[in-house]
């Protein structure tokens, strides 16, 4: 390998370093700026909890019925 293509390499390598660096920043500016307090994530859980419990009740309810209704005829 000669001195040349070694230096173009790092050349190349650095530059790229450099708009990759500046391409995170933007990156992390932007999710920064979209982010949501925690409590509004606290919120949004409970909410989606309570609502998953609910459906496992209706579910658990549906699967009771289902055991111990007799099949008429």
């Known amino acids: 390998m ?3 293509s070694l230096g173009g390499g790092a050349g190349a390598g650095f530059l790229t370093a450099i708009l990759t660096a500046f391409g995170i920043n ?3 500016g ?3 700026d979209c982010k949501q ?3 509004v994530c606290v919120e ?3 909410g989606t909890e309570q609502r998953l419990e609910r459906i496992e ?3 658990d ?3 009771d019925y289902l055991r ?3 099949g008429g005829s």
Request: positive net charge; aromatic residues 0%.
């Open 26 to 28: 933007k990156r992390v």
């Open 57 to 59: 009740d209706k579910i």
């Open 37 to 39: 307090d925690k409590a």
């Open 61 to 63: 309810s549906l699967n």
């Open 68 to 70: 111990n209704h007799k």
């Open 2 to 4: 000669d001195i040349e």
């Open 44 to 46: 949004v859980h409970k």
């Open 30 to 32: 932007n999710l920064e």
